[in-house]
């Protein structure tokens, strides 16, 4: 498969212009949230624009809509809205730490499409996506580096995500307090590395993750 590459970073439709002239009427966006995350799930999202809506867009999409890495707490939840106002289809799926530990995080994301691709009620034609991956789930999958920050759809589905897995990972934090996850989400900040080295993991923390990994074998080779 080939991988675009795209020297502006800024949203736009232009992708999905592109691939509507090649015959492709329903084109998702790809994008997850919590991949690089030391615990909690994974989250992906699944976005879907009409093709009149891609051609004439309101004006806040295409103002507005950005990779949600470079958009504060707040922008992102009002975003939101705007998506789930203006697109046709916006999913998200979770897949739990148990199963990246299990199989590996692409393999959790591939699940996670699967499933979202069972749960839209319209088959895409093409899926564009972020990163680097060559799923093959029956409809052909374009990747984008740096997707976020050229497609307006990619990164639309990178809000969903974000949002509802930093919701999630919030609430996390009254149920394993300590570790800073309504400040660090999950990811390996200092201060959360920290957490883990006085408090040890918790019961969502990925272990097969470093520096967990490390840690845990450590911890295994003092005690033998």
């Known amino acids: 498969m080939r991988i675009y590459k795209c020297s502006t970073f800024q949203p736009t439709f232009d992708f999905e212009k592109f691939f509507i002239t090649k015959g492709c009427s329903i084109i998702a966006g790809i994008d997850e949230a919590g991949r690089g995350a ?15 809506f891609i051609f004439d867009p309101a004006e806040q999409i295409l103002d507005l809509i950005d990779d949600s890495k470079r958009l504060s707490p707040n922008k992102r939840n009002k975003l939101l ?17 148990r199963i990246i530990d299990k199989e590996n995080v692409n393999r959790a994301t591939e699940y996670a499409l699967l499933k979202l691709l ?23 999958v374009v990747p984008l580096r740096k997707g976020d920050s050229v497609s307006i759809s990619i990164a639309s589905a990178s809000i969903i995500a974000k949002v509802k897995r930093d919701r999630l990972v919030e609430k996390f934090e009254l149920l394993y307090p300590g570790y800073g996850l309504d400040r660090n989400k999950g990811y390996g900040t200092l201060e959360h590395r920290r957490a883990i080295m006085k408090l040890g993991p918790s019961p969502i923390h990925r272990k097969t993750y470093k520096p967990l990994s490390d840690m845990l074998n450590q911890s295994l080779y003092e005690d033998q």
């Open 38 to 52: 030391l615990s909690g799930p994974l989250y992906v999202g699944l976005v879907v624009y009409k093709d009149e």
């Open 81 to 97: 809205g705007l998506v789930e106002k203006y697109s046709q289809f916006a999913l998200t799926e979770i897949i739990s730490h």
């Open 118 to 140: 069972k749960r839209i009620p319209v088959k895409p034609d093409l899926i564009l996506m972020d990163g680097n991956f060559n799923f093959d789930v029956g409809i052909p």
